[in-house]
């Protein structure tokens, strides 16, 4: 239980994976995630969710840090963990030569307490393709056979490895409605994901992950609005950066001008939007490409990746 009384349902503390060569993929992170929330792990390609994941699941054991799910250990207390878990990895691999049905008997053999098959076909959307082959699916379709096999066995807690992609956009939407449904049916699940209006529409609480730690962590708007949000136009022919009303009473944070683009970054977007029309319009000058864009999760993770690369630049540029 933590302080506010909720069950964690999983705990990672200062967990890290370092991989044969001796290369470091997670690099001590630490997070929670309570009974019923649905927690996203995002990140660029390679910042080591599926690490994390797979630990998470019990498949290998952390180089060091400590996993809970469930309280126990997942990898030296598999056999309390895995009864009580679903997982979606990120290619399911079945014989393509089985049907869609068969797929499904063969896995609940290997589950306990495992629903029926139809009705684990019907939640996911494939009821009218069970006599279907495997082989004969689209990609959409294998994503739903993959995710009807994790829910197989009623799992109060589900790990969801990039469960949208290769879905067209109405798959994804199903998608989200069924994990919403099953958040509030009293599921646990995190999932890892490269879209970032995936984590906006589902999840309670993210963590960005980059090269292995926690570069942003919290629910989207605390993750929203430690970003600022971006404002740019043209500059009125004829006037210069220095007639626009002072920047710092606007509550603008930073500026550039480019040619005759001004972009100006705030945390007070209405106070810094309402000045500069408000003297555009007693100047009677139109601001043209006006673009008021509110601080988002993409800003978000733009800031992390573009702030890193820079850093690594800089350490190049230095040769650390
Ligand atoms: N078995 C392995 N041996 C050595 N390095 C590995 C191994 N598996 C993964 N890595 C490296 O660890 C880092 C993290 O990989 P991981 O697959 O966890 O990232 P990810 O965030 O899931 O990326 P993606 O979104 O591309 O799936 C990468 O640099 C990857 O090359």
């Known amino acids: 239980m933590n302080t506010h009384g909720h069950e964690h349902v999983i705990e990672v503390t200062d967990l890290k994976r370092v991989y044969g060569g001796g290369f470091e993929a997670v690099r001590g992170i630490t997070f929670s995630v309570a009974r019923g929330e649905v927690f996203a792990l995002l990140g660029t390609n390679g910042a080591g969710k599926t690490s994390t994941v797979e630990l998470l699941e019990g498949l290998a054991p952390p180089s060091g840090g400590r996993v809970r799910v469930l309280g126990h250990d997942p990898y030296e207390e598999r056999d309390a963990v895995r009864p009580r878990t679903g997982v979606m990895l990120q290619e399911g691999g079945f014989p393509a030569e089985l049907t869609v049905a068969e797929t499904v008997r063969m896995w609940a053999g290997c589950t306990s307490g495992a629903r029926p098959v139809g009705e684990a076909l019907e939640t996911v959307g494939l009821g009218k393709r069970a006599g279907v082959r495997v082989k004969q699916l689209s990609g959409g379709e294998r994503r739903r056979l993959d995710l009807a096999l994790a829910l197989l066995g009623g799992p ?7 469960p949208t992609t290769g879905l067209d956009a109405e798959g994804r939407r199903e998608t989200w409605d069924l994990v919403r449904a099953l958040r509030d049916g009293g599921t ?5 994901t490269h879209y970032l209006e995936e984590a906006e529409e589902l999840a309670d609480r993210l963590a960005i992950l980059h090269e292995g730690r926690i570069a942003a962590g919290g629910t989207p708007d605390e993750v929203t609005s430690a970003q600022p949000s971006r404002i740019s136009f043209e500059l009125p022919e004829g006037y210069f950066l220095g007639d626009l009303p002072a920047l710092g009473e606007l509550g603008v944070v930073g500026h550039e001008v480019d040619g005759r683009t001004v972009r100006l970054r705030t945390h007070e977007l209405q106070r810094a939007a309402t000045g500069l029309l408000v003297w555009a319009r007693d100047a009677r000058v139109e601001l043209r490409r006006l673009d ?3 601080a988002s999760l993409e800003e978000a993770f733009l800031g992390i990746a573009g702030r890193a690369s820079a850093l690594a630049a800089r350490k190049e540029e230095v040769g650390a």
């Not at 807690?157 to 990039?162: T, Y």
């Not at 646990?188 to 890892?192: I, M, Q």
């Open 156 to 162: 109060e807690v589900l790990f969801l490895d990039e």
């Open 188 to 192: 646990t699940v995190l999932l890892t």
């Open 292 to 294: 008021v864009r509110p």
